[in-house]
């Protein structure tokens, strides 16, 4: 979706700031906007306070100070269970002693609905994650994926207009969990819904959301939609969490606009583009990812930098093939490049040329 949440916000949080024990703060000046059937992917690290603007958002956590609104209304006094949003755990928190049905009947009967609603709901909810067989089971008969089902199911039965969802997928197993955000997704695009969600894991936000809100250290570092954090982040620390980077050390020496000329630790001149870096003699940190690297010389853009590099090691991954280089002075710089038939096979204790399109490459801030 093209997201707008400058214009009627859904969710805001305004100067939002959270304190367990009155002096150091887990959430430190949150300014966010959400726009309306937004998929939005709160991301980072354990203890960068995720987690806790979530919980804040669900009535779980107070916010020490600021406030936050959801449609319009404050709703910072407002009980968890009036705020009409649905929640997913990690954990599922199903009821144990009662079926499926009877699970997803509780949030209705506590809102007074009737029997015949509650029924249609019910049937319309397991439909949804294609659990309609499963109604008189319990939560103990059923796997971790199918319980994930009914989780959900149980947070969309009552047709909230935010659900929010906590790590939901992290019990999973590899494929299934990435079958997973694909069914999570699709029903966000097909209900509407707005969806806030909190993850560790940076190829599941990647892959859901219509933005991603990078934090660290209890703020956000970046806010933008998934293929600009990945190609354009603004600070090393989002560059070297989102995805994988080769990492080469030096220092400015010439800058000019959208350019910057660095010197390698090991002599070397390179060009990239400058981020956070913005003098001659700064410290900087030369940003390249594994798969804008090459080391054919007939693949290599115009333009593009050559380095020596020692072949270390070559991994076998399946579709991908992943090399470890030494290259100016650093022995963990990685080539990716994909299984194809006739794809050049790289021997460890071989010497090659490795090779980038300048813009490609990002000088970022030292961290």
Known sequence: MTVDPKNDAFVAFEHVQKSYDGVSLVVKDLNLNIAKGEFLTMLGPSGSGKTTCLMMLAGFETATHGEIRLDGRPINQVPPHKRGIGMVFQNYALFPHMTVGENLSFPLEVRGMGKDERETRIRRALDMVQMGAFSNRRPAQLSGGQQQRIALARALVFDPTLVLMDEPLGAL??????????????????????????????????????????????????????????????????????????????????????????????????????????????????????????????????????????????????????TRMRVAGTDDFVVKCRNTLGQTRLTPGGRIKVGWHPEDARALDAP
């Open 173 to 322: 197993d590899k494929q299934l969990r990435e079958h997973m955000q694909l069914e999570i997704k699709h029903l966000h695009e097909s209900l509407g819904i707005t969806v806030v969600y909190v993850t560790h894991d940076q190829g599941e936000a990647l892959t859901m959301s219509d933005r991603v809100a990078v934090f660290n250290d209890g703020r956000i570092q970046q806010l933008a939609p998934p293929a600009d954090l990945y190609e354009r982040p603004d600070n090393s620390f989002v560059a070297q969490f989102i995805g994988e980077n080769n990492k080469l050390p030096g220092t400015i020496e010439e800058i000019n606009g959208a350019k910057a000329r660095v010197r390698l630790t090991t002599g070397e001149l390179i060009d990239a583009t400058p981020v956070n870096v913005t003098q001659k003699g700064e410290k900087t940190v030369v940003s390249i990812r594994p798969e804008r690297v090459e080391f054919k010389p007939e693949l290599m853009p115009p333009g593009a930098l050559t380095l020596d590099a020692d072949v270390l090691e070559v991994i076998y991954m399946g579709d991908i093939l992943r």
